[in-house]
Nanobody, 121 residues
Framework: QVQLMESGGGLVQAGGSLRLSCAAS????????MGWYRQAPGKQRALVAN??????TNYADSVKGRFTISRDNANTVYLQMNSLKPEDTAVYYC????????????????WGQGTQVTVSS
């Protein structure tokens, strides 16, 4: 079973930037859509942005114009976060909606362990 390995979280002041990365722990045949979700204390996990294998992207309204999602190959996704606000503080989770293995097996709704992003005012 492949793992999604996240990195790049941390503490930053409001107005600052962070870049999150998420990579599959080993090569797989394909990953359909990869994305980032976040969960703040006392709130439900919510979509931040996602990107399909073909490059089509979706963003939450609250991050449009500030965050950019990208993929540099089939198995790695990035989230560039600029102009960060205190309300962006949350645990950020990487998601891969469908992973196809070389064996032909398919795994749905795959999640990373999460990385903390804290924005101070």
């Amino acid at each position: 079973q492949v793992q999604l390995m996240e990195s790049g979280g941390g503490l930053v002041q409001a107005g600052g930037s962070l870049r999150l990365s998420c990579a599959a722990s080993r090569r797989v045949f394909s990953i359909n859509r990869m994305g980032w979700y976040r969960q703040a204390p006392g709130k439900q996990r919510a979509l931040v942005a996602n990107i399909a294998s073909g490059g089509n992207t979706n963003y939450a309204d609250s991050v449009k114009g500030r965050f950019t999602i990208s993929r540099d190959n089939a198995n790695t996704v990035y989230l560039q976060m600029n102009s960060l606000k205190p309300e962006d503080t949350a645990v950020y989770y990487c998601n891969a909606d469908r992973i196809t293995y070389y064996s032909g097996n398919i795994a749905y709704d795959n999640w990373g362990q999460g990385t903390q992003v804290t924005v101070s005012s």
